[in-house]
């Protein structure tokens, strides 16, 4: 306690009044802590301009396991992958887009209706995120509509990461919480993560990932 | 700092502040009934508070300025002098009487401009539909004949002398409706509708902007309102109605194909052809507005040009995705939207 | 008096009123009806569409013997909706997508398969349809099958061989447009009509020439008169269905462009009249904010010139629909006294939770009661004809209305009931369902689901079961008694003169009741759950034979038939929601199962 002060309160110390001059500890702590927080927030990061046209065969996706000969399928990713399914803000404009073009209308909210379950571990079309783009793109034999140059590559992938994470693939913290409206299934953040793959893990992602 | 430059600071500043107002969106250049009425509140508001302000800062200076006799400054701190005590009891007191007066007869006038603002509300009143979406103004004009529904984009039609209605939802966040010159700020809030009245006297163009921050273009998001005179708006409603312009030559029939095989026909609506989408503004009559996503740029060749070529280089973070066109593609795009006014 | 001329006068009075209040029994107008032949040539067993059949070989004291005669595997586990037709020997099957027509020879022991017909409709077509890759039924007339394949083809076969005499292309998958309904065949013509309600499809029913194809007349369900054939015959009864191009001015601006309205159910023929009567669906997208104004002329029912298609009457069961009430149930043509008056009617167990009694000449309402519970209209004004509304139960964008009743499936979906004229009963299989609705506006892109709303089914009111078998007492306009089932009744039914009624459930029993007291009598648990239509006919043998398909699927089936996940209450348009038990109830199938007495 500095003299002066002493001097003003009549020699008794109030508890707390006269404190040290100068920035406490618990002040340090969360001044280092804010800075620490926020060197952390990889969580969502937006790039608003958008990448130049990808050439979709960069990906070299294979569908089958099945592969004549010794050695896997010939399978190439990109990292392309990782922008995608690790950003927050990908995952949520993925779930904007899946309502505005109409996914949900057949594939409702991951459960199916019209078209398949994609929140389910059945994949008849591959379950990795450059499949499920492939799919978005190309269109299946069965009904499913082929949005080549119509859904611009990188909403593609939006859609593709999202998909992902109605199946469970995406971290908890990447993947959306629960809707606002009529909350018919569990949040996709919440939904369980996907039992391992039963075909021999391939370089593509997600292959046999949680 | 020296008094004088302080002065000189707090003298010019406002001065600068109110000059940047242009007329067209200046809530001190009332041409609506209920902006005047918001504009007299905004006047006795600040003239009253204004002298209330320089009173009490005379009384501060008084205070502070106020030299201290010797016999003050011995007496001890406790000891009370009646007489002076009864003074001073009889200013404080006076004082926040004269300020709940003050403060009543604020709420007072508050209140009567709010219900002059209401009953400009009719019956067999135009009403037009408001919803706000990150970062445009959908605009529906009702109508008691459902084909006679006009949809449109951030440009409202008003006819001049008549009350309209404006009904307000949102779409998604929070967004505010203001247009100075005509009126006060009104919020969208989702699942909350609500509606404000506008009366415009004089025929023009006024313009408005998002007032609640909803997200990263919140401050490109400008809406207009165009008063005409009631047989203009009339011939406006009636242009509205039709269906989009056909193609005129090679190069918008090109555009037109263009716009119906990418992405253009998944979010916008042109009425008259299969587009019919409605998660982007209605393009029926694009041509026709004074501005280009919500009023970013002026509605001109080039700048729709730049908006379809990126829009995220104009307005990043817009939903508006940048679509993959080839020089000849993008100009006949351009060339077709163009032509639907 | 003295007393016993009391007690005469007394007994004359009683006579009197006795006599007096007997009325004439109901009937189907005998033109629409004809006798009994021991056939069964289309699915609604004559054009009144009364699904009776005059065969009592089989009746209540016996039934309960009734045992397996024969079964066929069609080889396809989708939803089993058809109705087998016999003509002459031949029994005919038709499957699910890709709509395989099987003829079965039942002269044989077993009843082998004489030909199969494979149209190979395009795969694609699985990708655009609402509500499982169904087919309704084929129909027989002049020597020739005819019916529809889910990527909208008509194809005619000749009943004999299996060979194909025409086949015509009548829609557009793109668009997303499919074709699931039983045609009619009459006077010549196969009636045929379109899906895609829920596509943003507009709506049509056109006649084909039965011995070519070609088209002789197009209606529309929406769009200016001229393309809904409406002329100077068309006298609507009510006020509300009169106007000039209400298919275009009670929507918004080109809204009426993907409307709906498709006529995807049954058709019903009066020969006296010449009139076909038929209902059109929902209005598109089911976010109703989206098309202010009734929405003509879709949640209706037309009556319309066989001959040309010219509109004589049109009713409106659901202006501006709010439910994806679709209108396209089947209508069961009678001749009933009336209130003292004899009246040519017909009766529709409407989707939206009413029986209907309509004066089949004029199109007036005469009579509207509840058939299930309903709480989202308040009854039907007989002045106007216009269904009350009850405004709390209306969805509004951005919110969730809760237990809004009966939900999008309607009281009664497209399975048909059916009518006897010994019991005046009408036998109607339906559902006890309610629903949480929230709606959103939604793009409109050709050939993707044009709907705008989130749904989450749920059992109705009682005590959690979801389906009804209902007999229906016309004359009293009351239930005579109700079967409750667990799931959805989502079978045809079948009514015969040994007075035993037949249906099937969803976890796959196949029941015969009592068609006077609704007494289980008899039942035999098939492979899978029951969605298709029972059938009636006397074999070559001289004996009565039942045939049924049991195979789950269809919308309420679309849980086990699609393998969807129960996670999600919003999948199948909200029917998961009440049919997460399903799966552990039934498995897919797809078996013709054909029963007679020992």
Redesign the interface.
Known sequence: MSSACRERTNGIARGGRCRRPGVSFGAAFAIIGLALLLAACQRES?P???PP?ADASNDEIAMSPNHPGPGGPQAASSARWEKYEQSAYEVAEGK?LFT??NCNGCHSKGGGGMGPPLMDDKWIYGSSIENIAASVREGRPNGMPTFR???????IWQIAAYVRSLGGFVRKDMAPSRDDSLSARPAENRLPAPRPQQAPASPLSGQGKP | MKPSRSLRFVCTAPVLLVAGCSEWQSALHPYGENARTTLSLILSFAIICTIVWILVMLALAGALLRRRSNAEGLRPPLETDPRRERGFTRMVGSAVAATVLILVGLTIASFFAGKSNAALTGKEMLTVRVTGHQWWWEVRY?DA?????I?SANEIHVPVGEPVKIEL?S?DVIHSFWVPSLAGKRDLI??RPSEITLLVDKPGVYRGQCAEFCG?QHAHMAITVVAQRPDAFDAWRKAQ?A?AVPPAGAQQRRGQQVFL???C???H?I??T?A????GPDLTHVASRQGLAADTLPMTRGALGAWIADP??VK??A?M????LGPDDLNAVVAYVGSLK | MSGSRLFVVCLGILAAATVSCIARPIRPPATAAPPEDGQWVMPAKNFASTRYSGLDEINTKNVEKLEVAFTFSTGIDRGQEASPLVVGATLYVLTPYPDILYALDLTKPGAPVKWKYEPRPEAAAQGVACCDVVNRGPVYGDGRIYYNTLDDHTVAIDANTGAEIWNVKLGDINIGETMTMAPLFAKGKVFVGNSGGEM?VRGWLQALDAATGKTVWKAWATGPDKDVLIGPDFHPFYKMDQGKDLG???????AWQ?GGGNSWGWTSFDPDLNLIYYGTGNPGPWNAD????DNKWTAGIFARDADTGAARWFYQWSPHDLYDHDGINEQILLDIDWQGKPRKVLVRPERNGYVYVMDRITGEVLSAKPFAAVNTSLGVDLKTGRLRMNPQKAPQV??VVRDICPAAPGAKDWNPSAFSPRTGYLYIPHSNLCEDLATA??????GTPYVGAQVTMKAGPGDGHRGEYTAWDIAAGKAAWTINERFPVWSGTLVTAGDVAFYGTMDGWFKAVDARTGKVLWRFKTGSGIIGQPTTYRGPDGHQYVAILAGVGGWSGAIVAADLDARDRTAALGFVGAMRDLPAATTKGGMLYVFRLP
């Open positions: 937006r608003f301009e958008t046209p904007r505005w073009f140059g119509l859904i611009p590559e990188d909403q | 009702q004949s459902p084909s006679h529904t949809i939802d779409g989702p699942g990263y109605l269906d095989s990418t992405g026909v998944l979010c609506t009425r008259g299969p019919g989408g409605t998660s995220q280089s990043p973070g939903k995705p940048r679509v993959d | 943003g275009v001015t009670s929507w918004p601006p080109d993907h989206m098309r202010p104004g951005g919110k506006e939604v793009n409109y892109i050709a």
